[in-house]
C-alpha cells in the first residue's frame, strides 16, 4: 500500500508544478507569444507601406 500510495504522491507532485500556473496550463504561454510575433510581423509591414507611402509623396 505504501508504494501506491508514494507513486500517488509523485503523481500528484508531477501535476501541481505542471498546472500551478493555469495560462501555462491551458496554453495561454503559446497563445501570448503567437499573438506578439504577429503583432510584430503586421507592424513590420505596416512600416514597409508607410515608408513606402511616404516616398510617393515626396517625403
Known amino acids: 500500500m505504501s508504494e501506491l ?4 504522491r509523485a503523481v500528484r ?3 501541481d508544478q505542471a498546472t500551478r500556473d493555469g495560462g501555462e496550463a491551458c496554453g495561454m ?3 501570448e507569444r503567437a499573438y506578439q ?6 507592424f513590420a509591414e505596416l512600416g514597409v507601406h508607410i515608408a513606402l507611402l ?5 517625403q
Open 37 to 42: 510575433e504577429m503583432q510584430a510581423a503586421w
Open 5 to 8: 500510495a508514494e507513486a500517488l
Open 54 to 58: 511616404g516616398r510617393a509623396d515626396g
Open 29 to 31: 504561454d503559446v497563445a
Open 13 to 15: 507532485s508531477a501535476w
